[in-house]
């Protein structure tokens, strides 16, 4: 029997592009059953027949999801990544160190934190008493509604060890600059200090950050985590002049320069229906304090409505993209 997804048909376009993929290995290590690469990053690339950008973007996936986030929304449209794609851009899509493609073992990796459950993914993505502002979910919230399922089914979980999580994203991304040239980042939620720390550890390589609805604010407490060590990351990050205890950096950050970050253009963006939005200003400030030319991309500023954390999946994700696209493309002529 044929597969029968109509509304892939409806929403779907034909677009004409080159694809591949590729894995950035990590570390050989032994363990007691063997020598086993640590912490693989898988890279799918995509571009258009012509490429017309002169930066490539790497798209930097948030939470427990995967690389996934960018291709596609839960009612089967075109994700970010094509949306790019069609704007002239080359764009490398991974799958963070442990998450999606890229191979988990706790026995290499070591422990993970709890799955990912619905409990968790509604009030963040789709609260059930947020239809009156977020207006751009237009699914249904609850556990049994299709779309939902396709947004939760794809969660996994974080490595238990944030910091360490965190510096792995660092450094596989920074071999992936290796490979593929200076490039623009486009981080989602807590893919973001993913973001930071490839700027720290390949200053000049990071072109631009887009950093939509990034982790924060600066120096928050999570449950069981603890305060952001760093401001937007748990792993260390390499300042001028350098820290002797990161409480420094939370008592004065404009008394230090981020390496890395130091005058590079930073677009944070938040949707006008998040909670996440009121943190917004606090880690634009955060950034400009520490060397970054950030600024803030309130979606409602630029007559954009009713998007809550996940706006880069919502209906309106085609329009939500544009002025990131215009920032990146402005940003990319100014070189």
């Known amino acids: 029997m044929a597969f029968s997804a109509p509304h892939?048909?409806?929403?779907?376009?034909?677009?004409?592009?080159k694809r591949g993929f590729f894995w950035i290995p990590g570390d050989t290590i032994q363990t007691a059953y063997g020598t086993v690469p640590r912490g693989p990053l898988y890279v799918a690339w995509e571009s258009p027949e012509e490429v017309t950008r002169p930066y490539p973007l790497v798209l930097i996936h948030g939470g427990g999801g995967q690389g996934t986030d960018w291709l596609g929304t839960p009612d089967g449209r075109p994700g970010w990544a094509a949306e790019f794609v069609e704007a002239g851009f080359a764009v490398y899509v991974v799958d963070r160190p442990g998450h999606g493609r890229s191979p988990h073992h706790p026995e290499v990796l070591g422990p993970v934190s709890p799955p990912f459950p619905f409990e968790v993914a509604q009030p963040l993505f789709a609260p059930a008493d947020g239809g009156d502002r977020q207006t751009q979910w237009p699914w249904g919230r609850g556990i049994e509604d299709p779309e939902m399922a396709q947004l939760y089914a794809g969660m996994s979980f974080f490595m238990a060890d944030l910091a360490e999580s965190q510096e792995l994203d660092g450094l596989r991304l920074g071999k992936l600059l290796d490979r593929i040239g200076p490039a623009v980042v486009v981080s989602h939620s807590a893919g973001s200090p993913a973001?930071?720390?490839l700027a720290n550890q390949r200053p000049g390589m990071v072109k631009g950050i887009v950093a939509v609805?990034?982790?924060?604010p600066p120096f928050a407490e999570f449950p069981g985590l603890g305060p952001i060590t760093y401001g937007l990351t748990y792993a260390p990050v390499a300042t001028e002049p350098?820290?002797?205890d990161p409480s420094q950096l939370r008592a004065d950050p404009a008394s230090f320069t981020i390496s890395g970050l130091a005058g590079t253009p930073v677009q944070v963006v938040t949707g006008g229906a998040s909670p996440n939005a009121a943190h917004g200003p606090d880690t634009v400030a955060f950034l400009r304090a520490v060397g970054a030319d950030a600024e803030l991309l309130h979606l409602p500023d630029r007559g954009i409505e009713g998007n809550g954390h996940a706006l880069i999946l919502e209906r309106n994700s085609s329009e939500a993209v544009r002025p990131v696209i215009e920032w990146i493309a402005q940003l990319q002529n100014a070189t």
């Open 242 to 244: 350098a820290l002797a």
């Open 213 to 216: 609805e990034p982790m924060g």
């Open 195 to 197: 973001g930071w720390l």
């Open 8 to 17: 892939l048909a409806e929403t779907s376009r034909t677009v004409t592009s």
